[in-house]
T-cell receptor
Framework: KQEVTQIPAALSVPEGENLVLNCSFT??????LQWFRQDPGKGLTSLLL?????REQTSGRLNASLDKSSGRSTLYIAASQPGDSATYLC????????????FGGGTRVLVKP | GAVVSQHPSRVICKSGTSVKIECRSL??????MFWYRQFPKQSLMLMATSNEGSKATYEQGVEKDKFLINHASLTLSTLTVTSAHPEDSSFYIC???????????????FGPGTRLLVL
């Protein structure tokens, strides 16, 4: 059974610092891995989707890497801003689970001005 | 991009009543829809998977008689929380997907969520 872990559970940084969020998964037979942002009381906003054949994806200040063999993904957010404060979730689409996604516990990020 | 809507966005009801939540794919036909539940400060937990025209598949520990799922068309799935109780208060999120090319997992598009409060 796929298990997804996100470390740290919470992170507080001053504005301007780069953010590094980690996601690890136990079963490397995946279709894809996706990073989401969730603001308090709101739904999910998809940030980046990495297919299993890809090593990374970039969008603006965001960059996500994927290392299937070690079961890890890292989300980098450059030059953080207070507006980046949110909870970041990673989710893995496992081949063994069909089309189901397994979510990590999330990392709550606070960027202090 | 693919858009998924949910209705209502929030609902407050009395204990013992039933609540229906709708999930619609607005600009694509969704062969599969998923229902998740999220408790405060926790991650999303998959409740069930539904395919159009067939019975939903429930995850272990989810009562199918309490959480009724209907997927009558390729653009609409409904979740009915029957005889709701305070412990059912949660944030319910749906997602929808459509077939992708072979070897690539289907992308799920998420709705904005429905907050249920049972008094």
């Amino acid at each position: 059974k796929q298990e997804v872990t996100q470390i740290p559970a919470a992170l507080s940084v001053p504005e301007g610092e780069n953010l590094v969020l980690n996601c690890s998964f136990t079963d490397s037979a995946i279709y894809n891995l996706q990073w989401f942002r969730q603001d308090p009381g709101k739904g999910l906003t998809s940030l980046l989707l990495i297919q299993s054949s890809q090593r990374e994806q970039t969008s603006g200040r965001l960059n996500a890497s994927l290392d299937k063999s070690s079961g890890r993904s890292t989300l980098y957010i450059a030059a953080s801003q207070p507006g980046d404060s949110a909870t970041y979730l990673c989710a893995v689409g496992s081949k063994a689970a069909g089309n189901k996604l397994t979510f990590g516990g999330g990392t709550r990020v606070l960027v202090k001005p | 991009g693919a858009v998924v809507s949910q209705h209502p966005s929030r609902v407050i009801c009395k204990s013992g009543t039933s609540v229906k939540i709708e999930c619609r794919s607005l600009d694509f036909q969704a062969t599969t829809m998923f229902w998740y539940r999220q408790f405060p400060k926790q991650s999303l937990m998959l409740m069930a998977t539904s395919n159009e025209g067939s019975k939903a598949t429930y995850e272990q520990g989810v009562e199918k008689d309490k959480f009724l799922i209907n997927h009558a068309s390729l653009t609409l799935s409904t979740l009915t929380v029957t005889s709701a109780h305070p412990e059912d208060s949660s944030f319910y999120i749906c997602s929808a997907s459509f077939p992708s090319r072979a070897g690539v997992g289907e992308t799920q598009y998420f709705g904005p969520g429905t907050r249920l409060l049972v008094l």
